[in-house]
């Protein structure tokens, strides 16, 4: 168990949870996330979450923050923090994820929407907090960070005092409303040399795809490229197959996809009433593991199909491509 010292509300639908986490707990990297779970209604929930804060600030305190945005339907970000207290004690697995800062001195671009802030929020913390110590005020850093309106802009004062102790960060925050979104356009008046940087996108999951097409279209090296959705990768599949019966066997129940072709078997299975165990959403957690009979799925997170024989998927990432038994 960690315990859960203050909850900081940052806007109308974001807040900061400050966490002492158990001895146990290790350390982690700017830009990972960890998975917390808690009991709602006699049920242990878990959702995963960036931490916002830098791992220099937990050497110095002992403490992580994460910052969660509420989502609008959500079962669980908007309960949080009506229902935690401080000194409430929750689980926290270790840290996880790739989406971190890279090690060599190379320039970077950060792009963030919205709550895809936090993992750059810990990494820039990370280097302020260091800049002496490891030479890390040379790194050059051009951050570009989207908003849907001036008061949607997180973390802006403690950004702004970032750029102060970081020479070579340049801080662009782009109201989206006023002045549209990511384009060839901005990458060219905000960072002219974007194809010499490695790019590190975080964010809505349009924005990123959005953001990778752009970035392909522009032929940037797609190895020069980081993403880390927040949320379940959107699926586009140009499969012209589409899926006209589910087949739920142990319910006994059978569902016409239609209009949802592209929804996951997850979504599917909850819009039919139908209650499938599941955790993170994302395809991280593995708690929606399901037995598929017959049929082909397509997996968002590997972006591959399966074939059509019996095998494990993941509910929550497969979207239905033929007619499947599950």
């Known amino acids: 168990h960690s315990k859960l010292l203050k909850i900081r509300h940052e806007s109308a639908d974001m807040y900061s949870l400050i966490i002492k986490p158990n001895k146990n707990w290790k350390s982690f990297k700017a830009g990972q996330y960890v998975e917390l779970t808690v009991v709602k209604e006699g049920a242990w929930i878990s959702r995963f979450f960036s931490i916002s804060s830098s791992p220099a600030y937990f050497a110095n305190t002992g403490l ?8 609008e339907k959500g079962l669980i970000t908007p309960w ?7 000194g409430s004690m929750v689980n926290l697995s270790q840290a996880q994820g ?10 970077l671009l950060m792009i963030a929407g919205g709550s895809g802030i936090t993992p750059f929020r810990s990494m820039l913390q990370q280097l302020a907090l260091t800049a002496k110590k490891q030479d890390a005020n040379k790194r050059n850093i ?8 001036h008061s949607h802009f997180l973390f802006r004062h403690e950004l702004a005092s970032f750029a102060a102790e970081l020479p070579h960060l340049t801080l662009h925050l782009i109201d989206s409303d ?7 356009q901005h990458l060219k008046e905000f960072c002219p040399d974007y194809d010499s940087r490695t790019i590190l996108l975080c964010g809505p999951s349009p924005m990123i795809v959005h953001g990778r097409t752009l970035l392909k279209d522009l032929n940037v090296n797609k190895e020069n490229i980081m ?20 087949l739920f066997k142990r319910s006994n129940k059978q569902i016409q996809v239609g209009e949802n072709k592209n929804d996951t078997l ?8 139908i209650k499938a165990v599941s955790g993170c959403r994302i395809g991280v957690c593995h708690q929606c593991i399901c037995q598929k009979k017959s049929g082909v799925v397509y997996n968002s997170k ?4 399966s074939d059509t024989g019996p095998q494990e998927i993941q509910l929550c990432v497969s979207v239905p491509v033929s007619d499947l038994v599950l």
């Open 80 to 86: 949080l923090p009506n229902t935690l207290t401080e």
């Open 266 to 273: 997850l979504n599917l299975a909850e819009q039919a009433n």
């Open 302 to 305: 590997t972006q591959t199909y």
């Open 227 to 246: 993403y880390e959705f927040f949320g379940p990768e959107p699926v586009e599949l140009t499969s012209q197959t589409q899926a006209a019966n589910i």
């Open 142 to 149: 051009n951050l570009c960070y989207y908003a849907r309106s």
């Open 64 to 71: 992580i923050e994460l910052s969660i945005q509420k989502q």
């Open 178 to 184: 006023a002045h549209g979104f990511l384009s060839e």
């Open 98 to 107: 790739e989406f971190v800062l890279p090690n060599q001195q190379q320039p």
